[in-house]
């Protein structure tokens, strides 16, 4: 007899981990702070792992705004950031992480798995990365984003959300899986009990992402096998 596997919604974070687009998103921030703000704050605040109006907030209150001046401003800093971005990626080349192509393209094809995205881009700022790269956005199914929540831990639950109203499908947490290169990433969804994944594409190592309570980890997601394993095996 034959036991259907569990559906299982894979969440994949964007930047450092399917892509690299070389600065043009932290350019972009840059000199949207700087034009509604005055100032882009300390250029070597660390924006890994972090949402866009997450960014924004911190580095402006390090600069000694409060946080109803940046609540005024927060959306037409976005929506400058936004066009910025738009430029900045026409002007470099987007770089695509080893295996990236070759997983979502198993993964698209398997019953018991759905591709999703959870990162803390804008919505429109990660579709424009997305396209840079060569990747189709209209692959990922379900998604959760900066602007649903300015929050990490907030998205996979937005996800699950998603999932059940735009796929009919009810999941479990264990039944996420979020794909990431930040310790953001391994564990924002920990009281759902989301699974993590992570990859040393980034700035942090395997040691670093399983220290953090990633299940699996990888050097880079080329191993397609072993990476689509951990992902419906666990």
């Known amino acids: 007899m034959t036991t259907e596997r569990p559906v299982r919604l894979v969440l994949f974070d964007i930047d450092g981990t399917m892509l690299q687009s070389n600065g043009a998103g932290r350019r972009a921030m ?9 100032t882009p704050g300390p250029e070597d605040h660390r924006y890994d792992g972090k949402t866009d109006p997450q960014i924004v907030r911190e ?9 109803a001046h940046i609540d005024e401003r927060m959306d ?5 950031y936004l066009g910025r971005l738009e430029h900045e990626l026409q002007h470099v080349a987007t770089l695509v992480h080893p295996g990236v192509f070759e997983l979502l393209g198993t993964l698209q094809r398997r019953q018991d798995t759905v ?6 881009n804008l919505r429109e700022g990660a579709y424009a990365k997305l396209r840079a790269a060569g990747i189709d956005p209209d692959l990922f199914r379900v998604g959760a984003f900066g602007s649903d929540h300015e929050h ?4 996979p639950a937005v996800a699950k959300r998603r999932a059940k109203d735009e796929l009919g499908v009810d999941l479990a947490g ?3 899986v979020v794909i990431g290169d930040t310790p953001a990433d ?36 080329a191993d397609t096998d072993r990476v689509v394993s951990a992902i419906v095996d666990a």
Do not use: K, N, Q, W
Request: glycine fraction near 12%.
């Open 152 to 155: 990490r831990p907030e998205l």
């Open 115 to 120: 591709l999703g995205l959870l990162t803390g």
């Open 174 to 176: 264990e039944a996420l």
């Open 30 to 38: 840059l000199t949207a702070l700087r034009e509604v703000f005055g």
């Open 186 to 221: 391994i564990e924002c969804g920990r009281s759902l009990g989301v699974r993590a994944i992570g990859v040393a594409t980034g700035a942090y190592t395997v040691e670093e992402l399983l220290r953090c309570g990633a299940y699996a980890a990888f050097e880079t997601l």
């Open 59 to 67: 580095v402006m209150r390090l600069e000694g705004h409060h946080d």
């Open 76 to 80: 037409v800093l976005m929506s400058l």
